[in-house]
Nanobody, 121 residues
Framework: QVQLVESGGGLVQPGGSLRLSCAASGSIFSINAMGWYRQAPGKERGLVATITSGGSTYYADSVKGRFTISRDNPKNTVYLQMNSLRPEDTAVYYC???????????????WGQGTQVTVSS
């Protein structure tokens, strides 16, 4: 079984920074794309950023220039550095990964449990 565990959420003032981490563990052979999604109250879950195993990145327009996604492949961990945070960034942030488990012939999509980010003065 594979688990994704996020950390790093919290309360921050507008203009502040937070760094989210997500560590994958379990019976893992390799991890393909990893990413972050977010869901604000009353809204659908949406893509924030993704990163491939080779390091190619993609960002939602709303976070370009403010957020940076990165990953540490040996540690099976993905990060989201969030700078210049705004109240509209307030949401539950979810980690996502496409994992090829050991002894499997295909990869599967996994989600973390979510971590709350609140931007407020």
């Amino acid at each position: 079984q594979v688990q994704l565990v996020e950390s790093g959420g919290g309360l921050v003032q507008p203009g502040g920074s937070l760094r989210l981490s997500c560590a994958a563990s379990g019976s893992i052979f390799s991890i393909n794309a990893m990413g972050w999604y977010r869901q604000a109250p009353g809204k659908e879950r949406g893509l924030v950023a993704t990163i491939t195993s080779g390091g190619s990145t993609y960002y939602a327009d709303s976070v370009k220039g403010r957020f940076t996604i990165s990953r540490d492949n040996p540690k099976n961990t993905v990060y989201l550095q969030m700078n210049s945070l705004r109240p509209e960034d307030t949401a539950v942030y979810y980690c996502n990964a496409y994992v090829l488990p050991r002894f499997s012939v295909r990869d599967y999509e996994y989600w973390g449990q979510g971590t709350q980010v609140t931007v407020s003065s």
